[in-house]
């Protein structure tokens, strides 16, 4: 049975930064595409990055430059470093692998002044 355990959000003010991380657990991790997302107030969740096993990180466009996803196989852990910070970024994030299983509780990220 998959967990995902995120963490390392908080409120931030605008331009600042965060580094979330994401514990996982139950399944075969170094093999697995891994993503994180976001789920804004009366939004529907979306993508904003993911990594493949070997390190290959892809972005949407509202975070290109700005948010950096990045693994650790030993640790079964996928960060997001999130440089630059927007009240748009303001959500709950959550980390899953792709394609998707359960959902863990996410972080949530409050950027605000």
């Known amino acids: 049975q998959v967990q995902l355990v995120e963490s390392g959000g908080g409120l931030v003010q605008p331009g600042g930064s965060l580094r979330l991380s994401c514990g996982v657990s139950?399944?075969?991790?170094?093999?697995?595409?891994m993503g994180w997302y976001r789920q804004a107030p009366g939004k529907q969740r979306e993508e904003v990055a993911r990594?493949?096993?070997?390190?290959?990180?892809s972005y949407v466009d509202s975070v290109k430059g700005r948010f950096t996803i990045s693994r650790d196989n030993a640790k079964k852990t996928v960060y997001l470093e999130m440089n630059s910070l927007k009240p748009e970024d303001t959500a709950v994030y959550y980390c899953?692998?792709?394609?998707?299983?359960?959902w863990g509780q996410g972080t949530q990220v409050t950027v605000s002044s």
């Open positions: 990594v493949t096993a070997d390190g290959r990180a």
């Open positions: 899953n692998q792709i394609p998707n299983l359960a």
């Open positions: 139950g399944i075969v991790f170094s093999i697995r595409i």
